[in-house]
């Protein structure tokens, strides 16, 4: 399986993007896939969680802000991230969960910045 994440860039503070992440392969379906998102000298850390069946699950930091949702047919995960804080200024990467991680694809970079 390959993950290719992407809508990245650069937004103002309470700004708003979308991630998406397409994996290749017919498994994915069947799988619960999470967010995570690693900042400049840190480790990577888990944002969200989508089970196979829609299932939603946020850390703390981005309940309220972030939407993790998936659309079986096109083998896509997305993020739609609002309020965005400088914080939240990371490489953003999808990957399954509960299980062996698939190989990480590069991420997609978010910069919150004025």
């Known amino acids: 399986v390959q993950l290719q994440a992407s809508g990245g860039g650069l937004v103002q503070p309470g700004g708003s993007l979308r991630l998406s992440c397409a994996a290749s392969?017919?498994?994915?379906?069947?799988?619960?896939m999470g967010w995570y998102r690693q900042a400049p000298g840190k480790q990577r850390d888990l944002v969200a969680t989508?089970?196979?069946?829609?299932?939603?699950i946020y850390t703390d930091s981005v309940k309220g802000r972030f939407t993790i949702s998936r659309d079986n047919a096109k083998n896509t995960v997305y993020l739609q991230m609002s309020s965005l804080k400088p914080e939240d200024t990371a490489v953003y990467y999808c990957?399954?969960?509960?299980?062996?991680?698939?190989?990480w694809g590069q991420g997609t970079l978010v910069t919150v910045s004025s």
């Open positions: 990957n399954v969960r509960f299980t062996r991680p698939w190989p």
């Open positions: 392969g017919s498994i994915f379906s069947t799988y619960a």
């Open positions: 989508i089970t196979h069946v829609g299932g939603t």
